[in-house]
């Protein structure tokens, strides 16, 4: 589902752009996602149960995790230097505070055992989220290849999907692994192959660069983008997998769409903060963008490290 929507989104905001209708991008999200709305609100309808009592919403929390993420976006339009650092420290700050709510609130937006030692989840969902990030690249990818590259939008915005076209792919064929050994190592080595690629993209950019070299941009792309689709359903299975109370599994279930959400809001705030520091050289905002989502992915790499080690030998999860 992510690598889909993430491989149709470049190819079409590319295609759009090619025509010089831009805006109308933005126009056809938001009557799809009208569409989305309705046909959501009358399938949940069917689903509900009057007699659940459902948990009130974790305003505090919520509302902490919106600031984070607002702070990090507005850093990325803040003058270079001290109000960098500034805006970055304050985002980190909020996102620590926003955990240390979560884990004590009684309602919150991470299952509450996320937080409890011990438990694998948390590294879990911190790969999950390095991840994500990751496939945020793909919002500079297109502008890196017609600047750089000489693409028009349209290619530039295919080149933008390499990405998610080695998610998709390698996803296919992950998915049928059934040796728990063969399991446990695509979740070390997806991350580290999205951190290598990544690393590699950034080294190779350069000024003008000639068709071979945008090809080989794709293909380093598509291979990372293999990292992270080969890991993703296996680190799904885990969370889910990561208690025996079957509501917990589920509250689990629900943690990695919310996972990715908060991911995908802090860490396209984060890409756009290194695209600016690297301004007004387009080679050097490529380079800062991919080397530090690079440096997010290793991280992931780490706290994926940390998940198996917490995990049994010979499970599967």
Known sequence: ?????????PALGGLFAQLGWWRGAFGLLVVVGLVLAFLSRSALSHQADAGTQHPPLPWLSLILLTLAAGMFSVTSVLPRGLWTIGGLLAGVALMVVFVLRDRTASSTVLPK??????NKLKWIYLTLAALSAGAMTEAFIPLFGQELGGLMPLLAGFLGAALSVGWTISQLFSVNLDSA??????????PLLLALGLL????????????????LWAAILFVSGAGIGMSFPHFSVAAMSSTDDEEEGRKAAAGISTTQLIANAVASAFARILVNLGAPSVVDSARYMAFGIAAVALLGAIASFVSLRHSKPNSSV
Do not use: C, E, P
């Not at 589902?1 to 989104?9: F, T």
């Not at 055992?113 to 011990?118: D, I, N, Q, V």
């Not at 050994?181 to 997806?190: E, H, N």
């Not at 003008?208 to 070299?213: I, N, T, V």
């Open 1 to 9: 589902m992510w690598g889909v929507g993430n491989l149709i989104g």
């Open 113 to 118: 055992f996320t937080y409890l030692k011990g």
């Open 181 to 190: 050994k063969a399991k446990r190592a695509v979740r070390l080595l997806g």
């Open 200 to 215: 590699a993209y950034g080294l190779l950019k350069q000024q003008s660069a000639d068709g071979w070299l945008v090809l």
